[in-house]
């Protein structure tokens, strides 16, 4: 997929990086318990900055220094303060019980399976279509296409609302990768303006999680049954 | 130019936080207001829109296709903003003045803070922030239907913002994509501005602007309701408040098939018409088709009205597919029409559910006699949504099947007639018993349990004025009105 000639160091370490990614995507997918997820998700977003430095410092983009600090506040501490807070609250973050289990549809090996499926299927695909160019490795591409599928996978298997939360804003990351690899070179004011669009989101699902266990005194998805037809 | 748009950006964003900050009781004042200003300022625009396409600080353009999409939501902003003053009034009536003062700040602040982000969205002169102002719709409007505190509306507000954001997701990949492909001409500062990727869309490689359009009508079409990814919409329509039901309904809605629309100037200068047209064919059959069946058998009237957005996005989704300049212009019409008839509708329908106390059809009975302005101002806005004539649906639903057969797509008018059709029997079989059937209503009113009057004046008003667009739209369009729909089919490529 990358040619006859060996990647270079910013395409070597787009694709290990996109691996890495997709690799904890996994680890969110088959995680029981959701304190464990929240740290993986951290782990990942650490990637994505680490990504947007050296894609600073190969293609000479100072903005993507900035971009990485600030996606790192937001995503490697705002957005997990917020959601082990919520679990704190929620009573799901100390050791007797650290955080939602069981929550699962499918069995960890079910799941991690239709993620390989799925996973299969994005990368595949985005490979199939020679989306490339100077600075867009088509490797890193399709990976970010896999992760893509596995999140909604995470946000599809699981019945709890932390969980799913925490599909869609890997989801995100996921899209982050793909920015990054194909758009690195997007205005500094429209990256900050969708980061700063996800803290928004990441503040309301927030409330709305707080709300949900408010009124059910769980964090389960179970009883949001009401609504049909 | 400027400063009118600018304004447009202003007023609703301070009334909001004038709402905020301010003391409740002049939310109902500061609300209607901004309403009112927000409306003329987009009529004030439609002139200049019509001739040219007005360009500022690189990142704000208003053209004759933005300004059509600004008008329905400045109409039904407007609206809304004098309705909500009077539903208001009869919400939480048992609790205290504490409880009803917060509700009310949040509930003014989030509509109005609900009206400037979908004002803002087709204002923006780029798809990037295009899509951060569709985003923060969704957020704002995901509080909005939050706002009930009940188990329903928290299940339609998680399910709501779940759902549609990763929908959103999909559209920022959309996005993503478009810069690809923009900066493969444009080169590597190119800051995603629609103009200049309409104009270079010849030279633009195929497969990232075909991934892109592909994207851009999965992730947006989440927020139109188009099938399969509609499942938000009748719950989150039928658990908000109805003043925020009316705005996701007849603005929300557009606003996000806007966003498609774009996306389909650049595909269909791209590719040719036959792959963006296909794709937004079968979109379009399947929610008229989905929706046509579900109208049957609901219980409760606000998922009823739900429905019937899926199916007139169904038919926006047709119109477009069917390529002739008399359908496009078709389509636009239908988009001010439907912000008109379906605004209309959720009104009327929150007028009954105010005096009767419930959303359940089966207990809405003898609407005309307990309701004298409501009851027949909801009956005719079921006729409009129905394409009665003379109401504008029935123009643009006309002008939309007329080009779909001088285009010669047979069969897909012929389904577009027959999904309203069965759509029409639903939506008229609910109403007339709400309205006709005289039991239990009757007796209650024997019994003076119901007292026949409206509950307040603030909520017809704007009835009214939605029947006076309707009956404006349907016999006789303004000529500026109908050069500024010329001057967008033209930019939508149009081609028999």
Redesign the interface.
């Known amino acids: 997929m990358s040619g006859a000639q060996a990647p270079g160091v910013y395409e070597g370490a787009a694709n290990v990086i996109a691996a890495g990614m997709l690799l904890l995507e996994f680890g969110m997918l088959r995680q029981a318990l959701v304190r464990d997820q929240v740290r993986l998700y951290m782990a990942q977003s650490a990637l994505i900055s680490v990504l947007a430095i050296v894609i600073a410092a190969d293609r000479n983009l100072p903005d993507l220094y900035a971009l990485a600090a600030l996606s790192a506040a937001l995503k490697v501490v705002a957005v997990p303060l917020v959601l082990r807070r919520l679990l704190r609250r929620a009573g799901l973050d100390d050791e007797e019980t650290p955080g939602v289990a069981g929550s699962n549809t499918l069995s960890p090996a079910t799941a991690v399976l239709a993620g390989i499926v799925l996973a299969a299927f994005g990368f595949f695909c985005f490979g199939s279509?020679?989306?490339h160019?100077p600075g867009?490795p088509a490797l890193a591409l399709a990976l970010a296409a896999a992760m893509?599928l596995v999140s909604?996978g995470l946000?599809i298997v699981r019945r709890d609302?932390a969980s799913?939360?925490i599909g869609?804003f890997s989801?995100?990351n996921a899209?982050s990768l793909?920015?990054l690899v194909?758009?690195s070179?997007?205005?500094f004011i429209?990256e900050t303006?969708?980061l700063f669009?996800l803290l928004?989101?990441v503040v309301?699902?927030g409330?709305?999680i707080r709300?949900?266990h408010s009124?059910?005194e769980s964090l389960s998805?179970a009883d949001?049954t009401?609504?049909q037809? | 130019m400027i400063a009118v748009i600018l304004a447009l950006l202003i007023v609703p964003l301070a009334a909001a936080i004038a709402c905020a900050v301010l003391p409740a009781r002049l939310a109902p004042v500061i609300t209607p207001v901004s309403g009112a200003v927000c409306f003329a300022l987009v009529l004030a625009l439609i002139p200049a829109a019509g001739h040219r396409d007005l360009n500022y600080l690189s990142y704000l353009r208003v053209d004759a296709l933005s300004e059509i999409f600004l008008l329905a939501t400045g109409f039904l902003y407007g609206a809304v903003a004098v309705y909500a003053v009077g539903y208001l009034k009869h919400h939480d009536e048992d609790r205290d003045q504490q409880h009803r003062d917060r509700y009310a700040r949040r509930f003014y602040a989030g509509l109005n803070l609900f009206g400037w982000a979908m004002l803002a969205a087709p204002i923006m002169g780029?798809l990037?922030?295009l899509?951060?102002a569709v985003?923060?719709t969704t957020?704002v409007s995901?509080?909005l239907v939050?706002i009930e505190?009940t188990?329903?509306a928290?299940?339609?507000?998680?399910?709501y913002?779940?759902i549609a954001?990763?929908g959103l997701?999909l559209a920022?990949?959309a996005t993503?994509?478009a810069?690809?492909a923009g900066?493969?001409v444009l080169g590597?500062?190119?800051?995603?501005a629609i103009s200049p990727l309409i104009e270079v869309s010849k030279n633009l490689p195929h497969?990232?602007v075909r991934?892109a359009f592909m994207l851009a009508v999965l992730g947006y079409g989440t927020k139109v309701g188009f099938f399969p990814v509609h499942t938000w919409l009748?719950?989150a329509h039928?658990?908000a408040p109805t003043p925020v039901s009316a705005l996701l309904s007849g603005a929300l809605l557009a606003t996000s098939f806007y966003a498609i629309l774009r996306y389909y100037q650049v595909a269909s200068g791209n590719l040719g018409s036959g792959f963006p047209r296909d794709t937004l064919l079968a979109f379009g059959v399947a929610s008229l088709l989905l929706a046509a069946l579900?109208v049957f058998?609901?219980r409760d009237i606000k998922?009823l009205l739900a429905y019937s957005s899926v199916e007139h996005m169904g038919i926006l989704a047709i119109g477009v597919s069917f390529g002739a300049p008399v359908a496009l212009a078709g389509v636009l019409l239908h988009v001010l029409a439907h912000a008109a008839a379906k605004g209309n509708a959720f009104m009327g329908a929150g007028v009954f559910t105010v005096k009767f106390g419930t959303k359940q059809i089966s207990a809405l009975r003898g609407g005309l006699d307990v309701l004298p302005w409501s009851g027949p101002l909801f009956l005719i806005a079921v006729f409009a949504l129905s394409a009665m004539p003379p109401s504008g649906i029935f123009r643009s639903e006309f002008q939309i099947v007329y080009g779909g057969l001088g285009s010669g797509n047979y069969t897909a008018a012929a389904v577009l007639v027959a999904g309203v059709t069965v759509v029409f029997f639903g939506l008229t079989a609910s109403a007339t018993r709400m309205l006709f059937t005289p039991a239990p209503a009757r007796r209650a009113l024997a019994h003076g349990e119901l007292r026949r009057g409206e509950p307040s004046a603030w909520m017809v008003v704007p009835m009214v004025a939605g029947v006076a667009v309707l009956l404006i739209l349907g016999l006789h369009p303004p000529g500026e009105l109908t050069g500024l729909i010329a001057r967008a089919v033209t930019q939508l490529g149009a081609t028999r």
């Open positions: 279509l020679g989306i160019g867009a893509v909604f946000m609302v799913q939360a869609f989801l995100e899209i793909a920015s194909v758009a070179g997007l205005p429209l303006g969708f669009d928004v989101a309301v699902f409330m709305l709300a949900h009124r059910a998805t949001l009401k609504l037809g | 780029s990037a922030l899509w951060i985003e923060i957020i995901a509080l939050a505190d188990d329903g928290a299940e339609a507000a998680w399910k913002v779940l954001s990763a997701g920022l990949l993503v994509f810069y690809f900066s493969q590597e500062h190119y800051n995603l497969t990232p991934l009748p719950d039928s658990e579900y058998g609901q998922r």
